[in-house]
């Protein structure tokens, strides 16, 4: 299957809002520890329910470099970009 970036931000965007904890108002720059309050367990459960839902695998070393939901986003869309599922 092949996902759009509009697509793949939609669909974050509805996993993240099951996993806000504050009630914050969901945004691409909303931080997941500071705005949505997850945790580190939190933000792993994201990842595994992201990876099922885009079935693909996110390298543990790029959790270091995720802070945002847009940054959440950017994994995902390089992820499928190098597995040829990124169009548009």
């Known amino acids: 299957m092949s996902w759009t970036r ?6 974050l965007l ?5 996993h806000n904890h504050t009630n914050a108002t969901l945004t691409e720059s909303s ?3 500071g705005d949505l309050g997850i945790d580190s ?3 792993m459960e994201i990842l595994a329910e992201l ?6 695998t996110i390298p ?18 390089k992820r499928l970009e190098q597995d040829g599922r990124l169009s548009g």
């Open 6 to 11: 509009e697509a793949i931000r939609s669909e």
């Open 14 to 18: 509805k996993v993240f809002a099951q």
């Open 31 to 33: 931080e997941l520890v």
């Open 41 to 43: 367990l939190g933000v």
């Open 51 to 56: 990876e099922d839902t885009f079935k693909l």
């Open 60 to 77: 543990d070393d790029a959790l270091r470099e995720v802070n945002t939901v847009a940054d959440v986003a950017r994994a995902v869309e």
